[in-house]
């Protein structure tokens, strides 16, 4: 930069860069100086000189207005691309491709160095420029700009040369745009030449920079001006704070010439609960100017977090005038509504990332913190050139914006544009133009980050970057085209507007891609109509806004201005009050229509986490703010703590520091929700038409049969009945929950009153300092005041696997920033000491969990299986309750009759027990699915386990045994293989020569982990160890080998060593021997092999020491990559016995001089380490193999590893081949082959995060081996999200935070157990108890079972409805004596039926079920078949049976079937004494009756025999009731059970009587019997003929 | 790239694999589906096959129904019910009946309206009456057509007894006042309501000697005889008595002087045993002066060793109500 600089920057530079070389400010602050003097830039000119942005692409259908606008305020930019390009011939693409396309790889596959020499190129065209075009005074912009981009760079030069391009790719245009600008004046006779010059470089650049985006010609470069309207400065001695009277709001007044948005937390009213910034700007040069109350403002609204971002490029003097912040108040941002659209849009996640660092910093700078002023200096310097600039740039402006021939310009860029897109016609070229500059500026204001490609270089560059970043990517990249939409469709509100406005190119890109389904995304969204009705109307607003001049001197270029005056002001209110009551003073008086006032619905945040979630979580200055300041902040004393009353007194202002328990809800409520769930409105509904008759009878005769209010009440038990026992169940597995949660209580170490003491994690309070302590739990987010050795493991939270070292450093990011540590994570070794900045749910752990709870978790199969199910029998019984109360009201029955006789058919239609039966039969498998180590949390989940078809699963510790291992030796020029599994067998088959000897004494050695005290007495392999997992694993390997390493270290002690570190790449330590009695000195190494090789003379081998040659290096070479390509971590082992002469016996060797040889040592050998298989695993993937699922492996480890872990346990087959295997055995290039031919295919993140969804699908479905690696937690998402696209019932296993929304996502989420973070284990269904891939599979099986028998049971249940509708129908199509009334109807279901439905849970599989495929999601739990099976098959003839008793029981007492026939009103009439039956024996009513209790008892009891036959059919599907058995014992009990129950209802006196049954003689049971055979016989012969002619006619029909 | 967003976006929505259609969309495509010729989700091969197999398998069971239905019937006695009397549902105690029954169902008021402009409206009554007495009738149809003989068994101590040949007569002579000459007294206000145990296969009451009465039967004789002896008010011999009384203190208020005609039931009138042609025995009530205006609940009993009466059951019981105009 300093080299770029003039020397009043320098000045500056030197000026603020006394605050230390590893923070970027300074290099801010020089840019916003820079940045003062460009004034060249009027927007309105913008306005002009752009034509109408109108699309030529994208949504010829949506007819959303807003969208049109927002499509256009999107757009808006690419016609002044045009514009450049017309000019030009240079085309617009390059740019657009850069911005727009996220997958662009360009940028990120190295072609960032020619860019960098392109940067040079422009920074010589701007240097050209600056010579020639410009005055005095802005002589030093383009410094000032270089030093951005320099600034950038090294700021984020973590993030590598991404950022550079950005910088470049921004600048470049921007160039063009001042250039453009003073054109007109004629004052600058060179900048024509200084335009073209800027052109060609763009041209030069672009075919480097950034491919060409064919699809979309107009997409313009997006960002590629980096024009902020939001300044950002250094601090202003001027500034004022003016509280509205009105509002209460703040106002922050700011002179002309400051840059900087003074707004701190501090400043934020308190009562404040979200702040938005508004921007409000007055005087030339302003883009929009507003009259409002008095003050000639401009007022656009910006959000807080976008106030001052890190790298704000300034505009160069865009806004040289005083400028008003709003600190408004309340009006939180919807984020649901807007972000849902822009969620994935990673031009706000870059914006974010530059943000966090921007608030503190911009304090510091601003001087707003307690140290006051810092830089008055600097301020004054910039304000002393702004003054001298502005006037110019007026001038310039005034002219320019009059200027016809950008006038000109600008309409030839139009009709092309228009072609494309007809129907945006509509408006004229001033919107457009209004809209298209708008969006530019805005986008320019918003955007720091040059596009969506360089935001994954530079998140892939920097790994520390990879949680919020990668996982907004993610998002990104999941959806593209429903963002796209939602951005499009006009789904979004005022915040959008701005957003969409912010980032024209997706809004533009997407829309392009999609645009007609906004609407429908909207709905998917659930946005309402409020919102989009306020976005259409805020789009409209907006758009005047833009092309509505204030200033005079604009207002006299167009004629418009008054015209659209009222309508900006109107936007801008309701912009202002978009989300809710609160009306800014400086927007209030404006229309809100009344119908809005009156649909202020709420609306439910849907879909996964949105941006604005993101960037809170990331919003976090506190890493970056000095320690002092900090700690002065949060008034803490490092050395004492908070005072004990301190302590209590926050913690009762703050509460517990706990993650808030999601919303409990009431009890009752849940209770309720089962009242009316399933059946029961059903149930409820007839239950209240028998109240409502028995009241009819009430009111007509004084003393009405009690049948109606009997059945009323019966049926009203029964409801309460079936709920309170689902409330049970789901109340007893959401205990099993709680009692999971709090098993591990948590502590922490804290100074209070200058003394350490443990107390719960919960009462941690703000500002506490806490000891941390390897093995400890983070107890909240802290910073790192001290810190020795410190590591912590982040895995739950950000994936990466590895320990991370903390120290005092911060970085940018929150998440990579050293000097933070995250709760629940645990610090894994080290001390530290540090202070809690976040506690509870402010934690970015905190957010995830709460995050994760909004995504909409996939309804399981079961569920939504039974849903069908329900409506579908409701809808059979209303509607046949319906019919025959039509028909019996028609034919002339009385109402209450009528209604009787529904309430019969509906009842008996509603299978009253299933629900109950299926909810006991899931808590069966559940209980015994516990027990295999599958904590089943949602009932449901057990059968969607069973369904699903695809596993993505981790591969640490659910695969693997997290647990490095030795697993090859390289030594004497032969590589043996350990065994991985069983610690006895382990190096067990190394020679025992010298070599391995040495090879085994060096790693003993020259290894700092030790087991800890208290672990001596386990199995090795089960030791806690400290140390790092490599040195672990050989300390245990050397262990086993030796079995005393401890002794033999004690022995050999060490004198010296250097402890592994990353820029050495090997540990070396000295140890003393005892040769014979003499005492020497070995010196030994391990490390990285060709470190170690490089530093070795010579190869022991055999026993000889040989020296290194070419063979050698051959052999050596081979070795390696043998290993290396296992996936392994190879390490290179060598010794040096420290000559005795020049090292005689006691010899202090120092460290940091490294008074010992490093080199000529003598290489041993190497070792290699893997984290091996579980052994259960390839067994489990193998079974999965076979029962046709599919097990991906996502994993984040290098692609080697992964894909030998996925080698060893299967998921790659031995034959499986991936494109480069073929490649490798075929001897073709890589490119050659044919990746169809491929079975496996092993994927890097950084390839899948550019992968379209498309292309991602064609993976999915081309290849049957697949591993992920190198992903993110967050990329599971998407892959979920693509297997769930092809139709596949997804499993997901995962243990980290940043899993939850995947396990949320999944079909069926799966957490660990042992390693599962909280989050996880609540985002997920099940849990694994021993994070063992074998325990999916286990309940896989359980899971087919239980969908198996699910159908089993129900078409066992669902027979008996048969029996039951029949009688109701023939009484009253045959006008018989009813056969069942509904007590005993409700008796067969919840009574007989029960225990016998549930039995079969407990029934064995029929076949092998796990070498079946999955089950088609598409095959229903209850199908046509089944339905015809259990009624129109077993039904009928279980009907026929029980008729045949009653015409047994009616015939044996007298009344023949002839004489039964139309008997019905006769029989049912109270008055009638004495009916005659066949045998002239006359009856009354009395006797009438108690024969119709005995027929039902009969029935009853028929029904019940043949239930016998049919549930023993029912055991099977197939298979033939002999070939199956009758095993179940379970099963065979409830038949005896239920035939029990049935004798007991019919035989107790009082109790039959109730039931509406009577005694039966014994020989009243047998008339079914036959029909019962009868149908077993037949269905006997159904399942042959199944099994004889499988996949044929009968098949179909008849198998369910 | 567009249309397959659409797509996609239509797979989010749906979260099902193809183009989401509306449901009712779906719903009419179900019903008839143009393209694959489907109707209800089948073809009409489909539907035929599967007509056809259900054809098979109803016309089967039906048979299968059938044919035990009929092998059932062929186990049944036509002259005599499977399970008689206590075995069977019908008991051991007969229940009673009354004529004439209203016409309108639902109803057992007897309305009497002997003078005005509707008093032929008790022609229902004595229609239903004399239709009921048909066969008693000599000559009557039954005895005609079947060619039965009837004896009298009129005479409790007389040898003739009802049997599986023997059916016994029962004279209409024997009402007394309650002919169909004079309309059974609904036109001069003095209705007679014809009473009867129902008919129970081979049921024979066990009839209280007139030493062991019930107190209450008794009473009621004394209360109907002006306190003469029971003896002198029916017949010697093994009788099932009758009686009628207003149910509550007030219809024993209106309910006025009651005859009975016969008096009593001759035992030797059962069992019945489906003999052709059997007249179950009756007995007349006439009141002979009900208070006008009034609805009179009437129950009358019939009083057997055997017959448990129930009020609850109407077992030995019967209720009627009387509302005489006049």
Not at chain 1, 700 to 729: K, W
Not at chain 2, 54 to 75: E, H, K, R, S
């Amino acid at each position: 930069m300093s080299n770029m600089g003039g020397s009043s920057n320098e000045d500056l530079v030197s000026q603020e860069s006394s605050n230390g070389d590893s923070e970027p400010p300074e290099g801010r602050q020089v840019k916003f100086s820079g940045s003062t003097t460009d004034l060249s830039k009027p927007p309105l000119e913008r306005v002009l000189t752009s034509g109408v942005p109108l699309s030529s692409h994208g949504s010829g259908k949506d007819s959303d207005e807003e969208s049109i606008h927002r499509l256009r305020i999107a757009l808006g930019p690419s016609d002044s691309q045009t514009d450049i390009a017309d000019t030009n011939k240079l085309s617009a693409r390059p740019w657009a491709k850069t911005e727009t396309t996220k997958e662009g790889s360009a940028e990120r596959s190295g072609k960032d160095g020619t860019l960098s020499s392109h940067d040079n190129q422009r920074l010589q065209h701007m240097r050209r420029m600056e010579g020639q075009a410009f005055n005095q005074g802005t002589a030093h912009r383009p410094e000032g700009r270089v030093a951005r981009i320099d600034d950038l760079a090294s700021a984020k030069r973590n993030e590598g040369q991404d950022e550079v391009l950005q910088g470049q790719v921004r600048e470049p245009r921007r160039a063009d745009e001042n250039v453009q600008r003073t054109e007109p004046t004629e004052s600058r006779p060179d900048n024509q030449e200084t335009k073209r010059n800027d052109r060609q470089f763009l041209a030069t650049l672009s075919p480097n920079g950034a491919s060409f985006d064919e699809d979309y010609p107009h997409r313009r470069p997006l960002s590629v001006e980096p024009i902020r309207e939001v300044r950002t400065s250094v601090e202003m001695p001027s500034t004022e704070f003016i509280r509205d009277k009105n509002s209460g709001d703040t106002i922050v007044r700011i002179s002309k010439e400051q840059r900087v948005v003074p707004v701190r937390h501090d400043e934020i009213p308190p009562e404040a609960k979200h702040v938005d910034v508004r921007v409000l700007y007055e005087g030339i040069g302003s883009l929009r100017t507003k009259v409002d109350e008095g003050i000639v403002t401009d007022e656009r609204q910006l959000f807080y977090d976008s106030v001052a971002t890190k790298d704000t490029p300034v505009s160069p003097g865009l806004y040289a005038e005083p400028v008003h912040i709003l600190v408004g108040r309340g009006r939180k941002p919807k984020q649901g509504v807007t972000i849902a659209t822009q969620v994935e849009d990673e031009d706000l996640l870059a914006k974010t990332i530059c943000t966090q660092v921007s608030e503190t910093e911009l304090n510091r700078l601003t001087g707003m913190d307690e140290d006051g002023p810092l830089h008055a200096s600097t301020v004054k310097e910039i304000v002393k050139r702004r003054v001298a600039e502005t006037p110019v740039i007026v001038k310039e402006e005034s002219r320019r914006s009059s200027n016809p021939v950008t006038g000109k310009e600008m309409k030839t860029a139009e009709p092309e544009v228009d072609s494309k897109r007809p129907q945006f016609h509509l408006n004229n070229d001033d919107d457009g133009s209004a809209a298209s500059e708008r969006g530019d500026v805005v986008d320019k204001t918003l955007r720091p980050v040059g596009s969506c490609a360089q935001l994954h270089g530079i998140l892939r560059k920097a790994p520390s970057a990879k949680w919020g970043s990668q996982s907004t990517v993610a998002f990104d990249e999941m959806q593209p085209v429903s963002r796209a939409n939602s951005i499009a469709g006009g789904d979004s509100d005022n915040n959008l507007r701005a957003r969409s406005g912010s980032h024209p190119h997706v809004a533009f890109n997407e829309a392009h891609r999609n645009p007609s389904f906004g609407k429908k995304l909207s709905g998917m969204f659930h946005l309402g109509a409020k919102e989009d009705e306020a976005s259409s109307e805020h789009g409209d607003a907006g758009h005047h806004h833009h092309h509505r001049p204030h200033m005079p001197h604009f207002g006299k270029h167009n004629g418009k201005d008054a015209s659209h005056t009222s309508h900006s002001s109107t936007g801008s209110n309701s912009s202002g009050q978009r989300t809710d009551d609160s009306i800014s003073p400086l927007t209030t008086g404006k229309k809100v229509p009344w119908y809005r006032r009156l649909f202020t619905k709420k609306k439910p945040m849907t879909r996964s986490f949105t941006m604005d979630d993101l960037k809170q979580d990331l919003k976090m200055d506190d890493h970056l703010i000095p320690e002092a300041d900090l700690l002065a902040k949060l008034n803490v004393n490092p050395e004492t703590g908070l005072s004990p009353d301190e302590a209590a007194r926050r913690l009762a202002k703050d509460g517990k520091n706990a993650l808030t328990p999601p919303k409990k809800v009431p009890e009752f409520l849940k209770f309720l929700h089962e009242l009316v769930g399933g059946f029961s409105p059903l149930l409820e509904i007839g239950s209240a038409l028998c109240f409502i008759a028995y009241g009819l009878q009430f009111s007509d005769q004084s003393d009405p049969p009690g049948d109606n209010l009997y059945l009323a009440i019966v049926l009203l038990c029964v409801v309460l009945i079936t709920s309170g026992f689902l409330y049970l169940q789901k109340a007893k597995s959401e205990q099993i929950m709680e009692g999971f949660k709090n098993m591990l209580p948590q502590s922490a170490k804290v100074l209070r009153g200058g003394k350490v003491i443990q107390i719960s994690a919960e009462d941690v309070v703000m500002g506490d300092i806490v000891e941390l302590h390897g093995g400890d739990r983070i107890p909240a987010d802290v910073r790192i005041i001290e810190a020795k050795g410190l590591k912590v493991d982040n895995a739950s939270l950000t994936g990466e696997s590895e320990a991370q070292s903390r120290s005092t450093e911060s970085s940018e990011n929150p998440l990579e920033s050293k000097n933070l540590a995250f709760y629940t994570t645990n610090a894994v070794e080290g001390l530290g000491k540090a202070v809690v900045v976040r506690r509870g749910d402010a934690t970015v752990m905190g957010r995830i969990a709460k995050l994760t709870t909004r995504i909409d978790s996939t309804e399981t199969t079961i569920a939504r299986e039974m849903r069908h199910f329900v409506i579908l029998i409701c809808i059979f019984a209303l509607v046949m309750g319906g019919t025959i109360f039509i028909v019996a009201v028609a034919i002339g029955y009385g109402g209450l009759y009528a209604i009787i006789l529904a309430i019969g058919l509906v009842v008996a239609n509603v299978p009253e027990g299933i629900i109950i039966t299926v909810t006991v039969m899931l808590t069966l498998t559940a209980k015994r699915m516990a027990k295999k180590n599958c904590l089943i949390k949602n009932l449901e989940a057990v059968e969607t386990l069973g369904a699903c078809s695809v596993i993505c699963s981790d591969k640490t510790g659910t695969l693997t045994q997290n647990r490095m291992t030795v697993s090859h030796c390289w030594v004497d020029e032969e590589i043996f293989t350990m065994d991985t599994v069983t610690e006895t067998s382990a190096g067990k088959n190394l020679p025992d020569t010298p070599t391995v000897k040495d090879l085994i004494r060096v790693a003993t050695l020259c290894n700092r982990a030790k087991f800890k005290d208290d672990q001596m007495e386990k199995p090795i392999y089960q030791r806690e160890c400290a140390g790092d997992a490599s040195e672990t694993a050989l300390l245990k390997f050397t262990e086993i080998v030796t079995g005393d390493v401890a002794g033999y270290r004690q022995k050999n002690k060490a004198v010296a060593e250097i402890p592994f570190n990353s820029t050495n790449k090997y540990a070396v330590s000295i140890h003393e021997t005892d040769n014979e009695g003499q005492k020497r000195y070995l010196l030994v190494m391990k490390g990285a092999p060709e470190r170690i090789w490089d530093r070795c003379a010579t190869v022991i081998s055999h026993g000889q020491n040989a020296p290194k040659d070419a063979e050698w290096n051959q052999k050596f070479q081979d070795a390696y990559a043998e290993l290396g390509s296992m996936g392994e971590r190879v390490l290179g082992f060598a010794l040096l016995p420290l000559p005795a002469d020049k090292y005689p016996y006691p010899t202090q060797f120092d460290v940091d001089s490294k008074d010992f040889p490093s080199d000529g040592l003598h290489f041993v050998g190497l070792i290699s380490l893997i984290d091996p298989p579980r052994a259960a695993v390839p067994d489990g993937v193998a079974k999965c193999r076979s029962a046709g699922i599919q097990v991906i492996m996502v994993t984040g480890d290098h692609p080697l590893t992964a894909k030998a872990i996925a080698r060893n346990v299967g998921i790659i087959s031995e034959t499986g081949e991936t494109v480069e295997d073929i490649a490798k055995r075929t001897g073709v290039d890589v490119k050659d082959v044919n990746p169809r031919d491929a079975q496996a295919i092993v994927i890097h993140g950084t390839d899948l995060r550019e992968m379209s969804s498309d292309q991602l699908d064609d993976v999915l479905r081309h290849h049957s081996e697949i591993v992920f690696a190198r992903t993110s937690p967050q990329q599971k998402l998407i892959i979920v999200e693509a297997c769930q696209r092809s139709g596949a019932v997804v499993a997901v296993t995962g243990d980290g935070v940043n899993d939850s929304p995947a396990l949320k996502k999944a079909n069926i989420g799966i957490a660990m157990g042992i390693t599962g973070s909280d989050v996880s284990k609540q985002a997920a269904d099940i849990v694994l108890l021993d994070d063992n891939f074998a325990s999916i599979v286990t309940g896989i099986e359980e899971g087919r079972l239980i969908f198996d028998n699910l159908k089993k049971t129900i078409c066992y249940t669902m027979m008996s409805n048969i029996p039951e509708i029949t009688p109701v129908l023939l009484y009253f199509i045959l006008r018989i004596p009813l056969g069942l009334t509904t007590i005993p109807m409700l008796l067969i279901c919840l009574g007989t039926d029960m225990v016998p439905s549930i039995s079969m849970a407990h029934e064995t599989a029929e076949a092998d079920i796990m070498k079946m495929p999955p089950r088609h999601p598409d095959e229903r739990l209850v199908s046509g078949t089944l339905l015809q099976c259990c009624y129109l098959q077993a039904g009928t003839i279980c009907s026929a049976g029980a008729f045949f008793a009653y015409f047994v029981v009616l015939g044996s007492c007298g009344f023949w079937p002839s004489k039964v026939m139309g008997l019905r009103d006769l029989w049912e009439d109270p008055h009638i004494g004495d009916l005659q039956d066949s045998y002239g024996q006359e009856w009354n009513f009395a006797q009438r009756m108690l024969l119709q209790r005995t027929v039902q008892g009969a029935f009853f009891a028929a029904v019940v025999v043949f239930q016998w036959l049919d549930l023993i059919t029912r055991k099977v599907r197939r298979k033939s009731v002999f070939q199956k058995g009758m095993r179940n014992w379970f099963l065979n009990f409830a038949i005896v059970f239920e035939t029990l129950v049935t004798i007991f209802c019919i035989y107790v006196p009082v109790l039959n009587y109730a039931l509406n049954l009577n005694t039966i003689r014994f020989i009243w049971w047998l008339p079914v019997i036959p029909f019962a055979l009868y149908y077993f016989l037949f269905d006997e012969i159904r399942r042959y003929l199944i099994r004889r002619y499988p996949g044929g006619w009968w098949e179909r029909e008849h198998y369910f | 790239m567009a249309t397959t967003g659409a797509h996609e976006t239509d797979v989010m929505m749906s979260g099902s694999k193809g183009p989401a259609k509306g449901k009712w969309a779906s719903f009419m495509e179900f019903l008839y589906n143009k393209k694959e010729g489907t109707v209800l989700g089948r073809t009409g091969k489909s539907w035929l096959q599967i007509t056809v197999f259900y054809i098979i398998f109803y016309g089967v069971l039906a048979a299968f129904f059938a044919v035990l239905l009929v092998l059932f019937l062929q186990t049944l006695d036509p002259n005599q019910p499977k399970w008689q009397r206590d075995q069977g549902i019908i008991g051991d105690t007969p229940g009673m009946g009354f004529r004439p029954t209203p016409k309108d169902s639902g109803s057992t008021l007897i309305w009497v309206k002997s003078s005005g402009p509707s008093a032929n409206t008790s022609q229902q009554y004595i229609d239903s009456l004399t239709d009921y007495l048909k066969p008693y009738s000599p000559g009557g149809a039954t005895e005609a057509g079947k060619g039965v003989t009837y004896v009298d068994c009129s005479s409790p101590t007389g040898n003739n007894k009802a049997g599986p040949n023997t059916v016994c007569a029962v004279r209409p002579e024997s009402f007394g006042a309650c002919n169909q000459k004079n309309n059974f007294g609904y036109t001069t206000g003095q209705p007679c309501v014809l009473l009867k145990l129902n008919r129970i296969f081979n049921w024979e009451p066990k009839t209280y000697s007139t030493a062991d009465l019930p107190q209450e039967l008794n009473d009621w004789y004394k209360r109907q005889g002006n306190n003469r002896p029971i003896t002198q008010q029916v017949p010697q011999g093994d009788q099932i008595f009758i009686t009628c009384e207003g149910e509550d203190p007030v219809d024993k208020e209106h309910i006025g002087p009651i005859q009975l005609s016969p008096p009593t039931i001759s035992k030797n009138y059962f069992p019945y045993l489906k003999q052709d042609g059997y007249l179950s025995p009756v007995v007349m009530v006439q009141f002979l002066n009900p208070d006008p205006g009034f609805i009179i609940n009437v129950e009358c009993r019939a009083w057997a060793q055997n017959i448990r009466q129930s009020r609850i059951d109407r077992l030995g019981v019967v209720h009627f109500e009387l509302l005489v105009d006049r």
